[in-house]
């Protein structure tokens, strides 16, 4: 379980550090697991962010310290995102993909599965976009506004660890569904290049996109 000095960083390396870590979430008796693959860095001073709306009730987890969970509604799911170093700064876990080992193993995935069905004939969602959304990643592991908003990880019910997976290489672009001219170019997303494919919009598969002008390569010189 990480702690939370791991969490009192700045937004941005918050971001990058969380890529590979792995999300578990106990739902039934069941660990039900995903690795982080995308995420979105918000600041205080950032109009992209809901701190810079200023302080409410709601908002009350982004104002708190580092590690403390934020929840809220964004088109009709569940969003979880989590306060970095300084008040009103936050990283937003945009997606992940499912995660099997010996604390989840695979027959968890039908749990996964039942729980965000495809379409409203219930489909059976395909694994590998289960949880390639922010909102789709919280119904795959039964994470809810009610019950995690304004919470800390915990690590009998939730939390997340890190189990030694690192990028060597982080692709960072301008981050989704930002209104315009409230900073919306400001390339605060980060995605794993290894698993690019399965993020909610991979720009290294976006048609005429060029790299130092709609992307960036951060090769990693280190573990964070």
């Not at 690795?35 to 701190?51: C, F, N, P, R, V």
């Not at 690590?155 to 672009?173: N, W």
């Amino acid at each position: 379980m990480l702690p939370n000095r791991f969490f009192d960083r700045d937004a941005q390396e918050l971001a990058c550090a969380l890529l590979g870590k792995i999300l578990r979430h106990r739902v039934g008796g069941r660990w039900l697991s995903a690795m982080i693959i995308e995420t979105e860095a918000y600041y205080l001073d950032d109009k992209g962010s809901h701190a810079s709306l200023g302080f409410t009730p709601k908002r009350r987890a982004l104002f708190m310290p580092a590690g403390t969970i934020y929840m809220y509604y964004a088109r009709g799911g569940d969003s979880l995102n989590v306060s970095a170093h300084g008040e009103g700064n936050a990283v937003l876990i945009k997606s992940a993909r499912v995660w099997f080992d010996h604390v989840s193993p695979t027959k968890n995935l039908k749990v996964m599965q039942q729980m965000n069905p495809l379409g409203k004939d219930q489909r059976v969602r395909n694994p590998d976009r289960l949880c390639s959304g922010q909102t789709l990643l919280c119904r795959a592991l039964g994470l809810k506004v009610t019950d995690w908003d304004q919470k800390h990880f915990e690590k009998e019910r939730f939390f997340i660890e890190d189990v030694g997976i690192a990028p060597q290489i982080i692709v960072q672009t301008a981050r989704l569904g930002i209104p315009k001219g409230r900073d919306e170019n400001l390339p605060y997303r980060f995605i794993f290049s290894e698993h690019a494919r399965l993020c909610t919009n991979n720009p290294l598969q976006r048609r005429m996109a060029k790299e130092g002008i709609d992307y960036f390569l951060l090769r990693t010189k280190r573990p964070f």
